[in-house]
């Protein structure tokens, strides 16, 4: 099981720290990627951590906002949000992966979380 938090109301350039908390798996043996939906949009790729090695892939809309880690003693993955626009409202989902890979297509990506709500507005 997969359970996103930290989500909540920010002003425009503030920041927000995701968490993606496993219960009964171990991340570190998994690929994350996070990806958010806003209402009326289909699902969007936000970035991904492989399992070993810290290699990341973000889309072109957060590169340079957004940064992906890993606490293997918390079995958490984190996503650092700064510099946050209205642009990045949306409801944020984690999930893991067995494949080695950043892909950003969520059909690779078999266990989900519940998703937290993220909404930049002043």
């Known amino acids: 099981q997969l359970v996103e938090s930290g989500g909540g109301l920010v002003q425009p350039g503030g920041s927000l720290r995701l968490s993606c908390a496993a219960s009964?798996?171990?991340?570190?043996?998994?690929?994350i990627g996070w990806f958010r939906q806003a209402p009326g949009k289909e699902r969007a790729f936000v970035g991904s951590?492989?399992?070993?090695?810290?290699?990341?892939a973000y889309a072109d809309s957060v590169k340079g906002r957004f940064t992906i880690s890993r606490d293997s003693a918390k079995n958490t993955v984190y996503l650092q949000m700064n510099s946050l626009k209205p642009m990045d409202t949306a409801t944020y989902y984690c999930?893991?992966?067995?494949?080695?890979?950043?892909?950003?297509?969520?059909?690779?990506?078999?266990?989900w979380g519940q998703g937290t709500q993220v909404t930049v507005s002043s």
């Open positions: 951590l492989i399992q070993t090695g810290g290699k990341t």
């Open positions: 999930a893991a992966s067995k494949y080695f890979t950043t892909s950003p297509n969520p059909s690779d990506y078999a266990f």
């Open positions: 009964g798996f171990t991340l570190d043996y998994y690929a």
